[in-house]
């Protein structure tokens, strides 16, 4: 292969995902498809694609680290309005989903819980798992004796 031919792969690469800290969700799932794509290749990948690849993979790691990893729990409120702030999302487009406004406004400001069919729209929604939407189980110990 010409170097100049692995110098156009490379920059077919930069240019759909630069080699930049990533700080958003949409980056941060650009950066995982490029990866998965990479390394399905694994073994074929020529020495500017797997530079490429570490480098990315760094990034993603420390956004995982620092945005991901290092955060308490997260409430479904905090979750749902992070979600509708990197999708630039108003509650009215949510509405559809939930049932109706008031119940997304009471949720939104902690007043209740959303249901789960409402949660199943979300997860649909967003692309992620509906149960971080709802409130965690309580276990309940029980009294072993009788």
């Given at each position: ?47 500017d694609?797997?530079?490429y690849?570490?480098v ?7 956004y ?17 309005r ?13 509405v559809?989903?939930i ?5 997304l ?10 249901s789960k ?18 409130p965690?189980?309580?276990v ?5 004796r009788?």
């Amino acid at each position: 292969m010409s170097m100049q031919r692995i110098d156009d792969i490379y920059m077919k690469l930069v240019r759909r995902m630069p080699l930049r800290p990533i700080t958003t969700i949409d980056q941060h799932k650009r950066a995982i498809d490029v990866l998965i794509e990479l390394g399905i290749k694994d073994h074929s990948m020529n020495r500017d694609e797997r530079d490429y690849y570490q480098v990315l993979s760094n990034l993603v790691k420390d956004y995982e680290e620092t945005k991901v990893l290092s955060r308490k729990p997260s409430s479904p409120q905090e979750i749902l309005r992070y979600l509708m702030k990197e999708h630039n999302c108003k509650q009215a487009d949510l509405v559809p989903l939930i049932g109706h406004k008031s119940n997304l406004s009471a949720f939104l400001a902690g007043k209740r819980n959303l249901s789960k069919a409402a949660a199943i729209e979300l997860g649909e929604r967003f692309n992620i798992d509906p149960r971080l939407f709802l409130p965690p189980l309580q276990v309940i110990p029980t009294n072993s004796r009788r």
